[in-house]
């Protein structure tokens, strides 16, 4: 896990969510159209930072743990009740 000293509250994300996404793609594979919408996501991220963006970067960021956070609970909601 990285460690981001000026970003608290990243370290907070990444210490509870991240977890929390790897136990649930463990237990239920991603579609190939989530998949590529996630590397498309990072992708821009990632660009962002390489063009020293930092408020595109942080949107992006935001956007994508926001999407990535209400799939995991739509998801696990639908599963569960399934079950």
């Known amino acids: 896990m990285a460690v981001y000293p ?7 994300l990444d210490g509870q ?4 996404m790897r136990l649930y793609r463990s237990r239920h594979p991603a579609s190939p159209a989530s998949v590529r919408r ?5 992708r821009r991220i990632a ?3 390489a063009e020293h963006d930092a408020d595109f ?3 992006q960021s ?3 743990v926001t999407r990535s956070l209400a799939a995991l609970e739509t998801n696990f909601v639908f599963r ?3 079950a």
């Open 57 to 59: 970067a942080e949107l």
């Open 6 to 12: 000026l970003r608290p509250e990243i370290n907070l």
């Open 47 to 49: 660009e962002a930072v």
């Open 62 to 64: 935001r956007r994508h």
């Open 17 to 20: 969510f991240y977890p929390l």
């Open 38 to 42: 996630s590397v498309e996501e990072h």
């Open 80 to 82: 569960s009740a399934a």
